[in-house]
DNA sequence: GTCCGGATTACCT
DNA sequence: GGTAATCCGGACT
């Protein structure tokens, strides 16, 4: 996967459904992802290089969580060669171990599908923050990134929450687990 | 120093 | 389906 999110973050997006996130006891399959690149304006280092923005410009496989809307966390994984901002945001995830501790901290969710059907939601539920800005993702220790079952379909749309950029259909959703997804009926369609 | 907007969520109808 | 809450980073004066 290093190979595949170094040489293209939308198809790194697409290739990362399936794959398990980890954290201690804690474990999610990933069911929804988003691929941001420098050239497209919804990426945050479209308008250039900034402290906050910085570890984009890392080495393939590093975290990029970042705090936005004064309340939530956001989990990406770099992509692209050092020096090219790129990443995938994860926005969903199925709960595969650990599901006291998510519903401990995600204690608004009404139900389990409630507990990881949103980026902010998924850092909630994995105790994530700042401090796990620019850990490598694909190695050994701590916060941690493992290759699984890729889905039997995929489909496509636009990404959710942006301005500009509507047109590219870079938000890739596992068909089979629509459960877990966010929003599922936003302009989703095979891919 | 001030202002604005945001890769969202939760709660309301 | 609509919207208030919440506060940091970036842009600008």
Known sequence: MVDRLERDVVDAARGLLGWELSLGGLRARIVETEAYH???PACHAFRGRTRRNDPLYGAPGTAYVYFTYGNHWMLNVVACPEGVAAAVLFRAAEPLAGIETFRERRVKAKRDEDLLNGPGKLA??????GTWNGHLLLEVGGLRL???D???????????GIS???ELPWRFVDGTRLRWVSRPLAG???G
């Open 38 to 40: 420098v050239d497209d």
């Open 164 to 166: 500009q950029g509507l």
């Open 146 to 148: 493992e290759q699984g």
């Open 124 to 129: 909630q539920a994995f105790g994530l923050d």
């Open 150 to 160: 890729m889905p039997a379909s995929v489909l496509v749309g636009p990404r959710i």
């Open 188 to 190: 989703l369609r095979p």
